[in-house]
């Protein structure tokens, strides 16, 4: 029962525009059940809507990759996973392959822009 109750919460939160209250009940949702993997990727689109990419975002966007979960914005999530990545020197074997990622994903972009 209160897993509806918090859904509803997101979708008024959603309805009234206020992204921040829905993000407030999803980081609750999370804490109390971090095994609800459904979750994150609706949290981490909701973080590069309102444009974060502190580390508790960061966190939420290194989990969506971690598990391989469906978001609409994956290729953004990799993009800011990876410059974190770049900032920190990291080179072990998950930064290089959100690096590997990111640089495929930067070749399909510009052979686009080539066509």
Same mark, same amino acid.
């Given at each position: 029962?209160?897993?509806?109750?918090?859904?509803?919460?997101?979708?008024? %939160?959603?309805?009234?525009?206020? !992204?921040? &209250?829905?993000?407030?009940?999803? @980081?609750?949702? *999370? &804490? +109390?059940?971090?095994?609800?993997?459904?979750?994150?990727?609706?949290?981490?689109?909701? !973080?590069? /809507?309102?444009? +974060?990419?502190? @580390? $508790? #975002?960061?966190?939420?966007?290194?989990?969506? *990759? $971690?598990?391989?979960?469906?978001?609409?914005?994956?290729?953004? *999530?990799?993009?800011? /996973?990876?410059?974190?990545?770049?900032?920190?020197? +990291?080179?072990?074997?998950? #930064? *290089?392959?959100?690096?590997?990622? @990111?640089? &495929? &994903?930067? %070749?399909? +972009?510009?052979? /686009? @822009?080539?066509?």
């Amino acid at each position: 029962m209160q897993g509806l109750w918090h859904t509803m919460r997101i979708l008024a %939160c959603f309805l009234k525009s206020d !992204y921040a &209250a829905a993000g407030a009940v999803l @980081e609750q949702m *999370i &804490a +109390r059940h971090p095994e609800k993997l459904r979750l994150y990727p609706l949290l981490a689109d909701l !973080y590069l /809507v309102l444009g +974060r990419r502190d @580390e $508790r #975002a960061l966190k939420i966007f290194e989990t969506v *990759i $971690r598990f391989n979960l469906e978001s609409r914005y994956l290729e953004k *999530i990799h993009s800011a /996973v990876a410059e974190k990545y770049l900032r920190e020197y +990291r080179m072990d074997s998950d #930064a *290089i392959t959100v690096l590997e990622h @990111e640089l &495929a &994903a930067e %070749c399909r +972009r510009r052979q /686009v @822009e080539l066509c």
